[in-house]
């Protein structure tokens, strides 16, 4: 065997080794995740015996739902309608960590006693476009609790309450499975969640809603890329070692003295 054809050998090895690191690498990175968001407000509803015997309302169907009589024009008021937007988003989610969907705006108005509603209903739909198309929907009940005014600011706050608790969801892709957690409503970037928004008067507050795609597949474990490397290096000085006392013993053998 001549030395040549053993370090071919010894170095096609070695790029074997190095394709295998890489490769298990690539694998060991979690998925990035693209799509965009969708929020549509139901019906409102008022509950028995509620003192809104009037109501007014726009915006079912929409992501912006407005509720109260407005009377802008007239100082004992001077308001908009109260107002709720949650506006969907594109977004990209890294497998593992927590990303936002869209955001909701809450602007608490003056309007007279009785135009208001007690609760309404809240579609939200996330659609993923990579690493491929599927797309999950979350429905949600939230109360509208408005205050009669009395001229003292705490009391005056009105506030809205996500009443279901928020939603997992679950799927697989590539031979692993997924849950998709809808995290819930956040002004701190996620780091912390609320289930209930207090606004005073006349004044309004945004907040993030965030979700979080963790895979629940148990990792393959894979061997570590320097060692890898490490035996590939080997391997060309043992097989380089070998070539040299074979021939070291040819020449011996052949009566070369």
Request: proline letters at 4%.
């Amino acid at each position: 065997m001549k030395l040549s054809s053993v370090l071919t050998t010894a170095v096609s090895t070695l790029t074997v080794g190095v394709v295998t690191v890489l490769g298990f690498s690539s694998q060991a990175l979690g998925l990035t995740f693209f799509g965009d968001s969708r929020a549509i407000w139901g019906e409102p509803s008022n509950y028995s015996g509620s003192a809104n015997t009037d109501p007014h309302y726009t915006g079912v169907g929409t992501n912006t739902f407005q509720w109260g009589d407005a009377y802008p024009e007239v100082p004992r008021y001077g308001t908009r309608a109260n107002e709720m937007a949650l506006k969907g988003i594109s977004f990209t989610a890294e497998e593992g960590s927590v990303f936002k969907i869209g955001y909701l705006k809450y602007f608490n108005g003056t309007v007279p006693q009785g135009t208001n509603v007690d609760s309404v209903s809240l579609s939200l739909d996330l659609l993923f476009s990579e690493p491929f198309t599927f797309s999950e929907s979350f429905k949600y009940e939230l109360d509208l609790e408005n205050t009669t005014n009395e001229g003292d600011p705490e009391k005056d706050a009105d506030s809205v309450i996500v009443k279901n608790s928020f939603s997992d969801r679950s799927f697989s892709f590539g031979g692993n499975d997924y849950l998709l957690e809808l995290i819930g409503f956040s002004q701190d970037g996620g780091n912390t969640t609320v289930k209930k928004f207090r606004v005073y008067e006349n004044q309004d507050i945004t907040a993030g809603i965030y979700a979080r795609i963790t895979r629940i597949t148990p990792p393959k474990k894979v061997p570590e890329p320097a060692s890898l490397v490490g035996l590939s290096v080997l391997s060309i000085y043992l097989l380089s070692r070998k070539n040299k006392i074979f021939w070291a013993k040819n020449k011996i053998t052949s009566g070369d003295t």
